[in-house]
């Protein structure tokens, strides 16, 4: 297999912060996710389910939702430290 190329201008998803005071949901639809996670697409989820990995999911009438604490805990579980100027 050939090495891993950076994209640019990429980043990893990022659960987005509510201000405090603001309404924040306990859950939030597979189709509304990129609302709540910066670079994560319902497509990446859905295949993210059919591979049986990813964030842990419920299915509630045939329809998957995520808890958002669930998705602040799958994605700042890995975060990548860099270093600028590294030689």
């Known amino acids: 297999m ?3 190329k950076s994209l640019p201008n990429t980043t990893a998803p990022q659960v987005i912060n509510f201000a405090p005071g ?3 949901p306990l859950f939030v639809a597979s189709k509304d996710i990129e609302r709540v996670v910066l ?3 319902a497509k990446s989820a ?3 389910r ?3 990995r990813g964030p842990k ?3 509630v009438g045939g329809r ?3 808890r958002i604490s669930d ?3 799958y994605f700042g579980a890995r975060p990548v430290e860099t270093f600028e100027g590294a030689s």
């Open 64 to 66: 998957p939702y995520y």
């Open 50 to 52: 059919c591979a049986k």
């Open 22 to 24: 603001e309404f924040r």
């Open 39 to 41: 670079g994560y697409s």
């Open 57 to 59: 999911f419920y299915m």
């Open 2 to 4: 050939p090495p891993c």
């Open 46 to 48: 859905a295949n993210d």
């Open 71 to 73: 998705l602040e805990n």
